[in-house]
């Protein structure tokens, strides 16, 4: 059994600083994706930023420069560090992994169970 988890989200003024962070655990062979989403009130969810197993990196617009993704492969830990907050970046925000449970097969879709970040003065 597979678990993300989500920590770190909160309340926080405008143009503050902000980390979440994603802990995976359970069976775990390869982890070849991790990923953060957000989802906000009444939107879809969209991708914020992912990091590949090799290390590289891929930002939505809304966020470069602003937002920094980073990933530890031998804790299966994911961080996404958030500066600059705008009342638009309020979400939910999901860890995603594309991963693989054992060395057969291919790899399977997890998610987390997602952290609120409320960006308001």
């Known amino acids: 059994q597979v678990q993300l988890v989500e920590s770190g989200g909160g309340l926080v003024q405008p143009g503050g600083s902000l980390r979440i962070s994603c802990a995976a655990s359970?069976?775990?062979?390869?982890?070849?994706?991790m990923d953060w989403y957000r989802q906000a009130p009444g939107k879809q969810r969209e991708l914020v930023a992912a990091?590949?197993?090799?290390?590289?990196?891929t930002y939505a617009d809304s966020v470069k420069g602003r937002f920094t993704i980073s990933r530890d492969s031998a804790k299966n830990t994911l961080d996404l560090r958030m500066n600059s907050l705008k009342p638009e970046d309020t979400a939910v925000y999901y860890c995603?992994?594309?991963?693989?449970?054992?060395?057969?097969?291919?790899?399977?879709?997890?998610w987390g169970q997602g952290t609120q970040v409320t960006v308001s003065s």
């Open positions: 359970g069976t775990i062979f390869t982890i070849y994706t």
């Open positions: 990091v590949t197993s090799g290390g590289s990196t």
């Open positions: 995603h992994a594309l991963l693989a449970p054992t060395g057969a097969g291919g790899g399977y879709d997890y």
